[in-house]
């Protein structure tokens, strides 16, 4: 009769390794599935911005155009302090192949209520409507506060941004910047999953 050689131990802990690494990875891609999910139903929302219906005077804005372009007042009626902070975290960017592209800057209470109207009507309440857009009592976009960035400018400040005070406030938005001047010292604060869960969004 021959010997077995090699524990059973030892021929499982392969296997059972290899099934860990493969749960990890099926996790990993569950989890990125779902941070996309979230990306998509905000740039669904978001694309209104370049169909038309919102024209220049009330924030829609061209594709195309950057932190420069004083012309459009989605860009022009931006906070002085956010729009400083742009141009020069832009400027030191420019080196680097990197434009500050707006998709969506300042905008009016109509263009606001209309985007979030739809945002009701596309997935089907205002809770669910929360997690994507304002309503313009609450909106920093309605303020001048806030600015939605090409995916360059948004990349490029996601690793550079604190320096300008520039920070990513939601996580399902990672085009979505505001000032904040305290991160040049203390970097970004920790961001919301999504606008629900920003106090400043509760009436």
Same mark, same amino acid.
């Given at each position: ?12 802990? =392969?296997?059972?390794? @290899?099934? /860990?690494? &493969?749960? $990890? +990875?099926? *996790? ?51 906070? =002085?302090?956010?729009? @400083?902070? /742009?141009? &020069?975290? $832009? +400027?030191? *960017? ?55 960035? @090409?995916?360059?400018? &948004?990349?490029?400040?996601? *690793? ?44």
């Amino acid at each position: 009769m021959s010997r077995r050689t090699g524990s059973p131990t030892t021929t499982r802990r =392969p296997a059972a390794a @290899g099934l /860990l690494v &493969a749960t $990890a +990875a099926v *996790a990993a891609t569950l989890v990125y599935q779902s941070a996309s999910s979230s990306v998509r139903l905000v740039s669904e929302v978001l694309r209104g911005d370049h169909t038309g219906r919102a024209v220049p005077d009330e924030g829609g804005l061209p594709n195309g155009v950057t932190v420069f372009d004083d012309e459009y007042p989605g860009v022009a009626n931006l906070a =002085p302090d956010l729009i @400083g902070a /742009l141009r &020069a975290a $832009a +400027a030191d *960017a420019s080196p680097e192949g990197v434009e500050f592209r707006v998709n969506s800057g300042w905008r009016s209470r109509e263009y606001q209520n209309r985007l979030r109207r739809e945002a009701v009507a596309k997935y089907g309440s205002t809770r669910a409507a929360a997690r994507l857009v304002a309503t313009a009592d609450t909106s920093a976009h309605v303020s001048g506060n806030a600015v939605d960035l @090409g995916s360059g400018a &948004a990349a490029w400040l996601s *690793a550079h941004g604190a320096a300008y005070g520039l920070c990513q406030i939601y996580r399902n938005e990672p085009w979505h910047y505001e000032l904040r001047p305290e991160a040049i010292e203390n970097g970004c604060p920790a961001m919301y999953p999504d606008p629900a869960h920003d106090p400043r969004m509760r009436p």
